[in-house]
């Protein structure tokens, strides 16, 4: 009895839609009728959910593997690795933080046809966002023949950059931006692909401006340090999910990087 209660209170089930044009027979149908339905477009939320748990799985994997080769400075690797282990880490640090925009464009796409691939098509395209930032931090990485025999005091400065980076306008304003395209406004247009697509990389530009001192800073860190993921990953949810905060919270946020940074060159 309370399964049903439980599963429409996190938006799983809801009322099921009555069909038809009439709006009187609607009315009619929804009274003599209370039966539940899976709700759709939260499946699709929770399944690029799932997505990124299935990455956070393969980080913690690759982590494992590499755990005898800490304090080694072995460089990004091929283009073709490190864009293969890029692709995971966003998928497992940034796709929760899209999980709003998904499931507002699934909700407003529900009775188009061809939805469940256009909802893919968002969030492979705000992926694919990433992994150009990705692939231009690769190229200024290599051509600066890193690591060098600093690289800690280049993380710890890239770190508190990021903190500075936080209260920044740009940042502010993209933080800003990210939390108004998560409220689609009014029907999508007639071409729902290029809509998905459009919607995937306005949000991923919006993100990426919002986050991209951090992902440098990831990179700086090495990608298979899991502990620092986790860390970072929650200050990009905390970017996204938490309400507007005053500046006097975002300046502790900052002072925390900042912080961490120092605590970087001090124990390197």
């Not at 600066?144 to 740009?170: K, T």
């Amino acid at each position: 009895m309370h399964g049903p209660r439980l599963f429409a209170a996190i938006g799983l089930v809801r009322q099921a839609r009555p069909g038809g044009f009439c709006p009187a027979c609607r009315v009619l149908m929804k009274a003599r009728d209370a039966r539940h339905e899976l709700a759709k477009p939260m499946v699709a939320a929770l399944i690029v959910l799932a997505v990124a748990a299935v990455a956070w799985a393969a980080m913690v994997q690759q982590s494992r593997s590499m755990a005898g080769m800490a304090g080694m400075d072995m460089g990004l690797g091929p283009i073709e690795s490190f864009a293969a282990t890029w692709v995971v880490m966003m998928a497992a640090m940034m796709l929760p933080s899209a999980i709003p925009v998904v499931l507002e464009f699934a909700r407003t796409a529900e009775r188009r046809r061809g939805w469940q691939v256009a909802t893919g098509v968002l969030a492979v395209t705000y992926l694919g966002v990433w992994l150009m930032f990705g692939v231009v931090c690769y190229a200024i990485y290599t051509a600066a023949s890193m690591p060098w025999p600093n690289q800690a005091s280049v993380v710890g400065v890239a770190l508190a950059l990021a903190g500075v980076y936080s209260v920044s306008p740009i940042k502010r304003a993209s933080q800003a931006r990210c939390r108004e395209l998560c409220a689609l406004h009014g029907p999508l247009p007639f071409n729902l692909m290029r809509s998905a697509a459009v919607a995937g990389a306005r949000y991923g530009l919006s993100c990426l401006g919002c986050s991209a001192a951090l992902m440098v800073a990831m990179v700086l860190l090495g990608m298979s340090n899991l502990w620092w993921a986790v860390i970072l990953g929650i200050v990009v949810l905390i970017y996204k999910f938490a309400p507007p905060l005053r500046m006097r919270y975002e300046l502790i946020l900052s002072a925390v990087l900042v912080a961490l940074g120092v605590a970087y060159l001090t124990m390197a």
